[in-house]
């Protein structure tokens, strides 16, 4: 059974950093593109970031320049560097896996989240 298991949550001061990182097991990691997402409370998930297998990455507006995505297909992990937090950043942040076969069906993975925390 396919498992995203997401680590590195917990509660930082504003300014501060955090690196989440994800662990994936029992799929073929390096043909799925990777992604981030998070969901506050009261609030629809969103996109975070995605990286794309073959390198391409997409960031939403309000992390760019602060967040940074990377991946280790060698070790079947993505990680989340995540710089200069805001309140605004606290958020279960949820690792996903996707990928879209040639036929076009699309297989998707969700992690059960992690909690990040933003407060003084």
């Known amino acids: 059974q396919v498992q995203l298991v997401e680590s590195g949550g917990g509660l930082v001061q504003p300014g501060g950093s955090l690196r989440l990182s994800c662990a994936a097991s029992r799929i073929i990691f390096s043909i799925y593109d990777m992604g981030w997402y998070r969901q506050a409370p009261g609030k629809q998930r969103e996109l975070v970031v995605s990286?794309?297998?073959?390198?391409?990455?997409n960031y939403a507006d309000s992390v760019k320049g602060r967040f940074t995505i990377s991946r280790d297909n060698a070790k079947n992990m993505v990680y989340l560097q995540m710089n200069s937090l805001k309140p605004e950043d606290t958020a279960v942040y949820y690792c996903?896996?996707?990928?879209?076969?040639?036929?076009?069906?699309?297989?998707?993975?969700w992690g059960k989240g992690t909690l990040v925390t933003v407060s003084s």
């Open positions: 996903n896996a996707r990928h879209w076969a040639s036929d076009a069906t699309l297989t998707t993975y």
């Open positions: 990286l794309e297998a073959g390198g391409a990455t």
